[in-house]
């Protein structure tokens, strides 16, 4: 039987194994970046946050729109949603050496758009086609596509559990509610919400309670409550919101106003307006710190990205990234 000091001797030796497996796998995360789609230019930017510097720039297809990172911060993935003619790929690729690893070719998939990573899963919106579908980067297949039946479904806003999915249709000025039974989908119903004139932007609250959605033709942000699925306040924004953004935590929805050029803080809870803070350039994208108290803000005329302390209303950082930045994402930040 072993004495209690060897005993005590061997706990040492395995916790510092434990200690230093631990600082490997730290060390092996990604460091903290943000990626920048340059729509003219048809490329993805990688800044660093810390200098606000271009560090890296990687060809992407025509007319990128939006991107996202996957879940640990190695991987960026592109919809090249096209430009005169209808793009239908996803650009793939490894921020760490700022290559495309592969772009996947969509087939009759066309004007991919709003794009969510859930799961290790890619959702995107097939807008051309009124669909949403989903690729699976580890068979490197689409194995999942459902319709939504309206017109110009263009943003997407999924649930953590891959249950809940929801579009904004410019064209049918709707929102499209898909509740899915199982994951993968097997099953689902439905459901066609009426909202305002042109919603484009949404998102979904983090306790999935509520879908925002920003209205181009009345300058306004529509809320939906998820359980009745039906409208339940418009708020009046003063400007289109071209995006709409829960902050991690669910307290606040940014809302980036492009003919004040403003972007505007609003409390989720009151529905009342936080701050509303004046810009150089007409915002666009919007992507946030993990403690929700930094945005970071795609803007064009002149086209930068800009770093602002949503808690001062100060911008603290810009860079100039390239021709038309629009889609944003961070990682490790």
Known sequence: MLKTSTKFAIFL??????GIAGVVKTNAQAKPTIVVLNKADNELAIVDPATMK???????GEGPHEVVISEDGKTAFVANYGAQTPGN??????????KELRRVDLGPLLRPHGIQMIGGKLYFTAEVNRAIARYDPATNKVDWIMGTGQNGSHMIAGSSDQKAFYTANIGSDS???FRLQNVPPAGSTITQIPVGK?????????DGKEVWIGLNAENATEIINTASAKSVAKLPLGGRPYRVRFTPDGKNVLNTILQTKEIVLIDATSRKEVRRIKLESTPLGVAFSKDGKTAFITAVQPDVVLRVNLETGEVTGRVETGKVPDGIAVTGI
């Open 13 to 18: 030796v395995f916790a510092a194994v434990l």
């Open 54 to 60: 271009v560090t890296g720039r990687v060809p992407v």
């Open 89 to 98: 790929t996803i650009s793939i690729i490894d921020i760490a050496t700022a």
């Open 175 to 177: 929102v499209t509610m």
């Open 198 to 206: 042109q919603p484009e932007a949404i998102d979904l609250s983090p």
